[in-house]
């Protein structure tokens, strides 16, 4: 295998591409924005103060600070990756049709005739209380691509549900 044939699918590997609403990306970008500028500081703060103590080799408390130091970076390195990969849905160019990602669900339920209204997101917007599903969760991968009037059979731990498809809506 030739070096830019490795590097191109390691670059496939490390890019992996997500979608996101303005909202989620701002969020995503906010979150890292405090680590990196308050998080970071305050971290290197407590080492500093742990390392005043005396002897580091039986200072539990510079041990961990050295260890939340450590958790912070990777959640750094997590983030900064997400928004490497993030792209911002364009929903003027989305089918009104079908469900997709951003469509809003209203889907009744057969076994006990509850109505749901559910928006379909990223996984990294998903909140329930909210109504946001993950596109990847088990109903939203059921969901995903069925029409009004469809039927959609989901597959969850203690069998199959059947959701009538109500409305879609952006």
Same mark, same amino acid.
Request: glycine share 8%; charged share 30%.
């Given at each position: 295998?030739?070096?830019?044939?490795?590097?191109?699918?390691?670059?496939?590997?490390?890019?992996?591409?997500?979608?996101?609403?303005?909202?989620?990306?701002?969020?995503?970008?906010?979150?890292?924005?405090?680590?990196?500028?308050?998080?970071?500081?305050?971290?290197?703060?407590?080492?500093?103060?742990?390392?005043?103590?005396?002897?580091?080799?039986?200072?539990?408390?510079?041990?961990?600070?050295?260890?939340?130091?450590? #958790? %912070?970076?990777?959640?750094?390195?997590?983030? +900064?990756?997400? &928004? !490497?990969?993030?792209? @911002?849905?364009?929903? /003027?160019?989305?089918?009104?049709?079908?469900?997709?990602?951003?469509?809003?669900?209203?889907?009744?339920?057969?076994?006990?005739?509850?109505? #749901? %209204?559910?928006?379909?997101?990223?996984?990294? +917007?998903?909140? &329930? !209380?909210?109504?946001? @599903?993950?596109?990847? /969760?088990?109903?939203?991968?059921?969901?995903?691509?069925?029409?009004?009037?469809?039927?959609?059979?989901?597959?969850?731990?203690?069998?199959? #549900?059947?959701?009538?498809?109500?409305?879609?809506?952006?």
């Amino acid at each position: 295998m030739k070096h830019w044939q490795l590097f191109n699918i390691n670059d496939e590997v490390m890019s992996k591409v997500s979608y996101y609403t303005a909202e989620g990306l701002k969020k995503l970008r906010d979150e890292l924005r405090q680590l990196k500028d308050v998080e970071r500081v305050n971290a290197s703060k407590a080492i500093a103060e742990a390392r005043d103590k005396g002897d580091l080799s039986e200072n539990a408390e510079y041990d961990a600070a050295k260890e939340a130091q450590g #958790m %912070l970076e990777m959640r750094i390195s997590k983030l +900064e990756d997400q &928004l !490497a990969g993030a792209r @911002i849905i364009d929903e /003027s160019q989305m089918d009104n049709s079908k469900i997709l990602v951003l469509s809003k669900v209203k889907i009744k339920n057969q076994t006990n005739g509850m109505e #749901m %209204l559910y928006t379909l997101v990223a996984d990294g +917007e998903a909140d &329930l !209380a909210a109504g946001k @599903i993950s596109v990847n /969760s088990p109903i939203g991968k059921g969901l995903l691509g069925k029409t009004v009037g469809e039927v959609a059979q989901i597959e969850v731990p203690n069998g199959v #549900m059947k959701f009538d498809i109500i409305e879609i809506s952006r």
